[in-house]
C-alpha cells in the first residue's frame, strides 16, 4: 500500500479512502465490519463517513467495527458536518456554530471515539459567514476533539477566501477538499487541483467510479439493473442527470481502452484517478466485499503515459459529460 501526506499535515493516509457511506444502511453492521476488516488488513488506514449517513447509523457501525477489532489509534478516521440531522428543526443543520459543536459531540459519541481525526465541512453555505465556521472548527481543534478539518465539495475561490480569514484572524485552517471527480466529471482539473497543490492541500475526491457508472454493469441501451441506483431514474432526477449518451460515449471510450490493457474497467478508471497529479486519496465506497476486492486490485495497475493519453482522447481533459455537483440539486444531496 502506498501511502501519501494528507496535504501538509505530515499525516500519511492510504493512497485509498474508504468511504463508509453504505455501512448501516444497505449493508448489514455484520457485512460493514467485515468489509472494514478487510479494507485495514489491506493497508488502509483512512474512513471516511458523515453524521447524514443512514442519519447517524454508518457512524455507529464505523466506530462499533474499529471498537472490535481494536485499531482505532492506526486508522485516520473522518467524519462530516452540514446536512440535516433532524427535519422539523433549523437549527440541526448547516455550518453555525451552533451546528457544528453540536453534531461534533454527537459524531464522537456514535464513532466511540475521544477524537476525530479529520473533521470536514460536508458542503459550503454563502449565509453563514467563513469565520463563523472556521473559529467553532479551530475550538474543537484546540481542545483536542478534532485533529484536523476539511471540506467537501468547495469551490477553488471559496478556499482561497477561508485560507485568507484563517491567517487573518490567527485560526486553523482547512488542510483538505473532497471534491466530485471522475472521467465523466473533470471539472476540478480547470482550478481546484491547481489551487491545492499551489496551497498545499490534499485531495480526497469522491465518486471515482462515477457512481457505478464506471464499473460496466451498465450498458447504454438497456435498462438499470433493478438493485443498483440507476434503476428508478425517472423518480430521481438528480440520478437522471447523469445518464447522458455523451457519459456513455466517455464509458464505452474506457472501457474499449481498459479491455486493450486487460484491465476490468472498474480497476483502470480507479486507478486513473489515484494517479491523477495533486490526488492524494479516492474514497471508495463499496457495497459488498466483492467490490472491496475488485477497488483493492486497482492498486496493482501502473498508469502508463500511453494510458494517459489514450483516456484523454476519450475524456477531455477538464470536461464534463455527467454532473457530479450542482448547486440547484439542493443542500442535503449527497454522492
Not at 442519519?55 to 440535516?84: C, D, F, P, Q, W
Not at 474506457?254 to 474497467?265: H, N, Q
Not at 474514497?283 to 486497482?298: S, Y
Request: net charge neutral; glycine share 8%.
Amino acid at each position: 500500500m502506498e501511502f501519501r501526506p494528507l496535504g501538509r499535515t505530515g499525516v500519511k493516509v492510504s493512497v485509498l479512502c474508504l468511504g463508509c457511506m453504505m455501512f448501516g444502511g444497505r449493508t448489514t453492521p455484520e457485512d460493514s465490519y467485515a468489509i472494514i476488516d478487510r479494507a485495514i488488513d489491506g493497508g488502509v488506514n483512512f474512513l471516511d463517513t458523515a453524521n447524514v449517513y443512514s442519519r447517524g447509523h454508518s457512524e455507529e457501525v464505523t466506530g462499533e467495527a474499529l471498537k472490535r477489532n481494536g485499531k482505532r489509534s492506526r486508522i485516520v478516521l473522518a467524519t462530516k458536518v452540514h446536512g440535516t440531522m433532524a427535519d422539523d428543526d433549523p437549527n440541526m443543520e448547516g455550518n453555525s456554530r451552533r451546528h457544528i459543536i453540536q453534531q461534533a459531540e454527537a459524531s464522537l459519541k456514535r464513532l466511540q471515539t475521544d477524537y476525530i481525526d479529520l473533521y470536514q465541512i460536508h458542503r459550503p453555505q454563502s449565509d453563514i459567514p467563513i469565520d463563523e465556521t472556521l473559529r467553532a472548527l479551530d475550538d474543537l481543534i484546540r481542545s483536542g476533539k478534532v485533529r484536523y478539518a476539511g471540506t467537501s465539495t468547495y469551490g477553488a475561490w471559496q478556499l482561497v477566501e477561508s485560507f485568507w480569514v484563517s491567517k487573518e484572524l490567527g485560526l486553523n485552517r482547512f488542510v483538505c477538499e473532497q471534491p466530485p471527480y471522475n472521467l465523466l466529471d473533470r471539472r476540478i482539473e480547470r482550478e481546484l487541483l491547481p489551487m491545492a497543490r499551489t496551497y498545499g492541500m490534499g485531495v480526497i475526491p469522491w465518486s471515482p467510479l462515477a457512481g457505478g457508472l464506471l464499473t460496466g454493469k451498465y450498458t447504454r441501451n438497456a435498462p438499470p439493473p433493478s438493485d443498483t441506483r440507476f434503476s428508478d431514474l425517472d423518480k430521481n432526477p438528480f440520478l437522471s442527470r447523469r445518464w447522458t449518451q455523451s457519459a456513455f460515449d466517455v464509458i464505452e471510450g474506457v472501457a474499449a481502452i481498459a479491455e486493450s490493457r486487460g484491465v476490468p474497467i472498474a480497476q483502470f478508471a480507479l486507478a486513473w484517478c489515484a494517479a491523477q497529479p495533486g490526488v492524494t486519496s479516492p474514497i471508495i465506497g463499496p457495497r459488498t466485499m466483492e467490490q472491496l476486492e475488485d477497488n483493492l486490485k486497482a492498486l496493482d495497475y501502473k498508469l502508463t503515459a500511453e494510458d494517459r493519453a489514450a483516456i484523454d482522447k476519450v475524456s477531455i481533459p477538464g470536461q464534463m459529460y455527467a454532473p457530479y455537483y450542482e448547486a440547484d440539486f439542493g443542500p442535503h444531496q449527497y454522492r
